[in-house]
């Protein structure tokens, strides 16, 4: 299996507002990890299982080493959509991951 996206996870504080400064709080988002991985769509009926619709865009990922779980959302080949963690599997063997496109 070949492992040709790059994958960067990061960590964003999701404090945002403060009502007693009355500032926003919200941090910038800091890498944490940087990947090669194989990425495929999830199959429909385990699209169904996880989020109970067909219109969720999910993503299978798959790595050679498991990656700290001090993350918060990732993203893939540089895009703009941002991923987060709905299953983890961590067989013998690599790690998987199920991500769903954040809202937000």
Known sequence: MRKTQIIKFYFQDENGYDPYSEEDTTTEPKLVAK??????DVGTNRLVELFSNLNQNAKVIRLDCPVNDSWSYLTID?????????????????????VGEASG
């Open 78 to 98: 540089d895009e703009l959509t941002k991923y987060r963690l709905e299953t983890q599997r961590r067989p013998l063997k690599g790690t998987t991951l199920i």
């Open 35 to 40: 990947r090669y991985a194989n990425v495929t």
